[in-house]
């Protein structure tokens, strides 16, 4: 069954450091999504990207976030300078069509010291 | 979006049906419901979804009255395994080409042995 892979999936950090996360969604899908989850809390969104530009952004995306699709098959999420609150599991998801379900990867933990 | 209601938590017996049943009163015309489950330190896994009536897979049952305010998830004999937190999502297509899920706090199952 194909499903998303994320790669690291644990990324230690300093503080102001940039960091990339990687995902692999499904092949045939169209929409690709981050969340996070910061430990102990809820699964947040952050932002929705479809057809190279995003679709939908929440206010956690602030300009220290972007996301790129680099290639046919990479979906990434950058933190261009990591604040301690970034800790958290951050989880790639994709779906075929917009209502479709959406599949999680596994994660990455991110951990900024 | 619609917010959604479940109980913070419950605990079942190994081999009994848990029935987990979320609120979700300003549901719109177009908005589909969902559960997920997610174990520690995984993403969520997609359980089943429905509009209305019920829904059947290989893994759950999902019962959406005619007024939609409410949807059950149904686990028929559960296992240890079946430990994990059960989220409720109702969302529909926001306008912008994006599906945002918006997750709850869940419900943490804990099966007993």
């Known amino acids: 069954e194909p499903e998303v892979t994320q790669t690291p999936s644990h990324q230690v950090t300093q503080m102001g450091q940039e960091v990339i996360l990687r995902c692999v969604p499904i092949s045939n899908h169209l929409y690709f999504y981050w969340y996070r989850q910061i430990l102990g809390q809820k699964v947040e969104f952050l932002v929705s990207?479809?057809?190279?530009?995003?679709?939908?952004k929440s206010e956690i995306f602030d300009d220290q976030f972007s996301v790129e699709r680099p290639d046919g098959s990479n979906f990434t999420l950058k933190i261009r300078s990591t604040k301690l609150e970034d800790s958290a599991m951050y989880f790639c998801?994709?779906?075929?069509?917009?209502?479709?379900?959406?599949?999680f990867g596994p994660g990455t933990r991110l951990l900024v010291l | 979006l619609a917010k959604t209601t479940q109980p913070i938590s419950m605990d079942s017996y190994e081999g009994q049906e848990v029935n987990i049943t979320c609120s979700h009163n300003n549901i719109a015309t177009n908005d589909y419901i969902t559960w997920y489950q997610q174990f520690p330190s995984q993403g969520p896994r997609f359980i089943i979804q429905g509009y209305k009536t019920k829904v059947t897979n290989e893994v759950a049952s999902l019962f959406i009255p005619a007024d939609r305010k409410s949807s059950t998830l149904s686990l028929p004999r559960v296992s240890l395994s079946d430990t994990a937190v059960y989220y409720c999502?109702?969302?529909?297509?926001?306008?912008?080409?994006?599906?945002?899920?918006?997750f709850g706090k869940g419900t943490k199952l804990s099966v007993i042995p």
């Open positions: 998801a994709s779906s075929e069509r917009v209502q479709e379900t959406q599949y």
């Open positions: 990207f479809y057809n190279n530009e995003i679709s939908e």
């Open positions: 999502l109702v969302g529909g297509d926001s306008g912008a080409g994006s599906y945002q899920l918006t």
